[in-house]
């Protein structure tokens, strides 16, 4: 896989130390309230596995499923295939976690989803902000690392399914999907 990388963005030392300053500020956050974090799969399954346990204070965890991309590059709008159940969102206070804030419908539509149904508060922690892509106005409450528009993958960010197995966050060699952005599947990954 590493030679489908062509930039190192941030390695696994810069991870953990973005992610030590995010959980801080996160504890501090919620030091006198219930809260849970929810995890929006499968991009935050790492992130969320980490952050968590760098945060000192009880918390609860959930876990939604929504889907934007398809296998492309390019947004194709947001299915909810899974929201925890109507008792771990009534009345509580939830911290959604994402990989990554790109255009912003994911975390848009899911906060207004999870008050619809009742949350108390709903707060937003990405791990990368991708500002110059935003589409709807949407700000997170937390993130520890702004990116440009590059195709970022590891850490839990994929293309077409694969990369997020990597330790550190890398921007994907453009030739491998840039005259494929229809396609389900990468121009040339590698198979490493
Ligand atoms: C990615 C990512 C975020 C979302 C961000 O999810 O994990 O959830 O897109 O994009 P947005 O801000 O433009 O909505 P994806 O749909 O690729 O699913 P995945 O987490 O399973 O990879």
Redesign the pocket.
């Known amino acids: 896989m590493d030679q489908d990388i062509a930039t190192i963005l941030f390695s696994e030392d810069e991870i953990l130390k973005g992610i030590d300053r995010v959980a801080a500020e996160v504890t501090t956050a919620y030091r006198d309230q219930d809260f849970t974090v929810v995890s929006?799969?499968?991009?935050?399954c790492i992130f969320a596995s980490d952050l968590i346990r760098r945060i000192p204070i009880p918390l609860e965890l959930a876990f939604v499923s929504?889907?934007?991309?398809g296998d492309g590059t390019e947004?194709q709008g947001?299915a909810v295939n899974y929201l925890p159940a109507d008792g771990e969102i009534e009345g509580r206070n939830l911290l959604l976690v994402?990989?990554?804030?790109?255009?912003?419908?994911?975390?848009h539509q899911l906060s207004g989803e999870l008050i619809r149904r009742g949350a108390r508060d709903v707060k937003a922690c990405a791990f990368l902000d991708k500002p110059s892509?935003r589409?709807v106005p949407f700000h997170a409450d937390f993130s520890c690392f702004e990116v440009e528009d590059l195709f970022v993958v590891g850490y839990g960010?994929?293309y077409a399914g694969r990369y997020r197995n990597l330790p550190f966050v890398g921007a994907l060699r453009p030739e491998l999907y840039s005259s494929d952005e229809d396609s389900t599947e990468p121009a040339a990954a590698s198979a490493d």
């Open positions: 929006v799969l499968k991009g935050s929504a889907s934007s991309y947004s947001l994402d990989d990554i804030l790109d255009t912003g419908r994911t975390l892509r589409a960010l994929d």
